[in-house]
């Protein structure tokens, strides 16, 4: 019987609902009421009727960064217009560490506290930073995940459309992706990419394997690469291999639920139930899609020997499987 963890991860090559967020392009934006380090409230209710770009992003990560030097270099472009930035953290993020940056890089883009990642949980977002764009009616129109080389290009031609400057033609001339601008190292590491890809859906794990590990050569901190390697090496019983991917990828990504339920599974297969259950129980929380993390727990509880929480784990796994309607005939529907 093949493992579940390649069905996780052909959800994860496969199955693209949105980019950055589990609410699909074109819903109602989820509300927030949230407030500033300084305690003013600011809601997404009181922003209706202009168009709001939205970063959730977290103090240490290097593209969040980026994405809020970007974002605000637009800002400045578009004062008068009707467009407002803001941005969020967890309210566990480091405070201070947030105003030292906003303050360091003169970004004028205010910053609010998620209190108990509300907001990060309504949304579903799934990368760091997430890029959120919300028309005047208070619709998503488009989430940009991570970092990308296009994001300035991206961010600005979809507020220009969502303002009337340009049409959709126009848009499409400006995000066409071969028109992206990409260096040597980073082509060549998506192309391999996409080819371990291919090859792990074929099952020619050996070679998906060999085209993962030189994507990581070449790109190191090709997050999803590392992913995509750990589960690999998960399906093939390294477990060494795994954990080692899993911790560069989080080392990225300190919030990669993707990555956090990969190490526990590579606990599972090293014997080690109880690092497995530390590591795989803070995942489940503010996780869009914790069916895999479930069912690796119910692997860690099953090896230590606790049939009922095993068991118990089992349960919620199909429970959110069924829920979500991520079935294994779907995944060749996506394809």
């Not at 305690?39 to 969040?64: F, M, P």
């Not at 291919?198 to 690469?225: C, H, Q, R, W």
Request: proline share 4%; hydrophobic share 40%.
């Amino acid at each position: 019987m093949k493992r579940f963890i390649l069905f996780f991860v052909a959800i994860l090559l496969f199955c693209s609902v949105s980019n950055a967020i589990s609410i699909p392009l074109g819903e109602p934006a989820s509300p927030f009421r949230l407030k500033t380090a300084a305690g003013k409230t600011v809601s997404l209710a009181e922003l209706n009727g202009k168009i709001v770009v939205l970063i959730y992003w977290r103090t240490e990560h290097k593209r969040s960064l980026l994405a809020l030097k970007d974002s605000n270099e637009l800002l400045k472009t578009l004062k008068g217009k009707n467009v407002e930035f803001v941005s969020i953290i967890a309210d566990s993020d480091n405070k201070t560490k947030a105003k030292e940056i906003v303050t360091g890089n003169g970004i004028e883009i205010p910053v609010l506290l998620d209190q108990g990642r509300q907001v990060y949980s309504n949304y579903g977002i799934r990368v760091y930073p997430t890029t959120i764009i919300i028309d005047k009616e208070g619709t998503i129109i488009q989430d940009i995940p991570s970092h990308p080389l296009s994001y300035k290009k991206l961010l600005k031609g979809h507020v220009s459309k969502a303002l009337g400057e340009i049409d959709e033609a126009q848009l499409n001339e400006i995000i066409t992706p071969h028109k992206d601008k990409k260096d040597k190292a980073t082509l060549d590491a998506e192309r391999m990419y996409n080819l371990a890809s291919k090859f792990t859906s074929s099952g020619l794990y050996d070679m998906a394997i060999k085209s993962a590990e030189n994507a990581v050569e070449v790109k190191p901190d090709m997050e999803e690469a590392l992913i995509l390697l750990g589960f690999l090496y998960l399906e093939t019983e390294n477990a060494d291999g795994a954990v080692k991917a899993f911790n560069k990828a989080i080392s990225l990504n300190f919030h990669s639920k993707e990555a956090i339920t990969g190490l526990g599974g590579a606990y599972v297969l090293q014997g080690d139930a109880d690092k497995a259950i530390e590591t795989l129980e803070p995942a489940t929380k503010g996780n869009p899609y914790p069916q895999m993390t479930y069912y690796e727990l119910g692997k860690a509880y099953e090896l230590k020997g606790d049939k009922d929480s095993s068991s118990a784990m089992y349960k919620k796994a199909i429970e959110k499987i069924i829920h979500k309607q991520i079935l294994p005939s779907s995944v060749a529907k996506c394809q």
